[in-house]
Every structure is written in structure tokens, then in C-alpha cells.
């Protein structure tokens, strides 16, 4: 099994309906993180824990919504997709303070028509 | 503010030759820079990372980097091209909330 699973890993969905993507780790890690990936505009941030009790907002964080329900566990929410949310979305895991290496999921893939 | 810039949005090189995939990095303080790797419907792999020390890191796939201080730069260098290095290539640095901030990407053809 991966160490980070991201599901669902594609999704076609409609404007205005709520999607959540999900996201578990086996890493023991402690920091979890939601990237988007557009073409052209790389891997932006959208939001990030760096335990149970702490969520930060990102640089693109309006529209989304994060829930972090455990260690293992980090949830990013759409509550009213639109479309350009479009995207290749992103969950990561890293150990504590430091210069940590990322460890990545395979990606869900979005599309909101 | 942190941030990281990838000049090239694509780089070509012919196999066999050495390849060099640049960056540029503003940060306050000392810079931890990174390099990641992205083939074909993955999640993105980490290849090196520069925290201290060594101007030249070594990571893995025989990738290396060169840290220039006096340029900010962080430029990703192998030997000799293979075809399997074609990639989407990412460029990296912490921020000062201990975040991590990615460039642009730069896609690396490897020509046969």
C-alpha cells in the first residue's frame, strides 16, 4: 500500500456540488499539506496542518475547506465546486520542524464541468 | 516574501549530454532548497535537498546541484542525459513558517 493514498484519484463533477477529497498517510508524519497543480503555474498551496489541532490557510485557500480528523487523515472540501477548480490536487505528508522532505500522493485528478 | 523561479519552461537536451535545469531563489535567511521530480500521471519524488554545507549536493538518479550564494541559485545538473530523465522538474524553498514553497516547473525533453 502507499504511503500517502489520495481518493478519489479521478473525479467528474458538476458546478455548485460538494466534493471532498480525502487523504491517509502511514508515515507517522505530522504536517499534512493540499497542493493544486494548474499547467503552467505549478504546485501552489492550498492549505496545511502541522498537527491535529493546526490548520493554516495557503496562498489559494478561498473556495476550499480542510478538516484534519486524525493524524493520518486530512480532507479537502469544495463546497460549491466551480470550474476552475479544475485541477490535478495535491496531498502531502513531512515529519516536523526542519528542512523536511515532502512525501507525496498520486494525485486526484478533478474536473468540474 | 520566499519564493523560487524557474526561467525555462522547457529544457531539451540530446541524450548523453549534461543537462542543466535552472533556479533562482529569494528567501530571507539561510535557504533549505529542493528539487523534485515528476513523470507521467505521478505524484512528484524528491530528488535532493540542500540545507548546509557541501555547494554541491548529490541526489538520487545521479542528479546533482550546485547552491550559489552570491547568484541565489539552486541550478539541477546531471553528467549525461537519459532518456528516462524526461520529467517535469520542480524547484523548491521553505519559507519562514516553515512551508514549502514550489517554482513553476520546468519540463525536461531527453531527445534519443
Known amino acids: ?113 | 516574501a520566499q519564493s523560487v523561479a524557474q526561467p525555462e519552461d522547457q529544457v531539451n537536451v540530446a541524450e548523453g549530454n549534461p543537462l542543466t535545469v535552472k533556479c533562482t531563489y529569494s528567501v530571507s535567511g539561510n535557504p533549505y532548497l529542493f528539487w523534485y521530480v515528476q513523470y507521467p500521471n505521478r505524484g512528484l519524488q524528491f530528488l535532493l535537498k540542500y540545507i548546509t554545507g557541501d555547494n554541491l549536493v548529490k541526489g538520487s538518479y545521479g542528479f546533482e546541484a550546485e547552491f550559489n550564494k552570491s547568484q541565489t541559485s539552486f541550478h539541477l545538473k546531471k553528467p549525461s542525459a537519459l532518456v528516462s530523465d524526461s520529467a517535469l522538474y520542480f524547484c523548491a524553498v521553505r519559507d519562514m513558517d516553515d512551508k514549502i514553497i514550489f517554482g513553476k516547473g520546468t519540463r525536461l525533453h531527453i531527445l534519443p
Open chain 1, 1 to 113: 500500500d502507499a504511503d500517502v493514498t489520495q481518493t478519489p484519484r479521478n473525479r467528474i463533477t458538476k458546478t455548485g456540488k460538494r466534493i471532498m477529497l480525502e487523504c491517509s498517510q502511514t508515515k507517522g508524519h505530522d504536517r499534512m499539506y493540499w497542493y493544486r497543480q494548474d499547467p503552467g503555474l505549478g504546485l501552489r498551496l492550498i492549505y496545511y496542518s502541522f498537527d491535529v489541532k493546526d490548520i493554516n490557510k495557503g496562498e489559494i485557500s478561498d473556495g476550499y475547506s480542510v478538516s484534519r480528523q486524525a493524524q493520518a487523515k486530512f480532507s479537502l472540501s469544495l463546497e460549491s465546486a466551480i470550474p476552475n477548480q479544475t485541477a490535478l490536487y495535491f496531498c502531502a505528508t513531512s515529519v516536523g520542524a526542519g528542512a523536511n522532505v515532502l512525501t507525496f500522493g498520486a494525485g486526484s485528478r478533478l474536473t468540474v464541468l
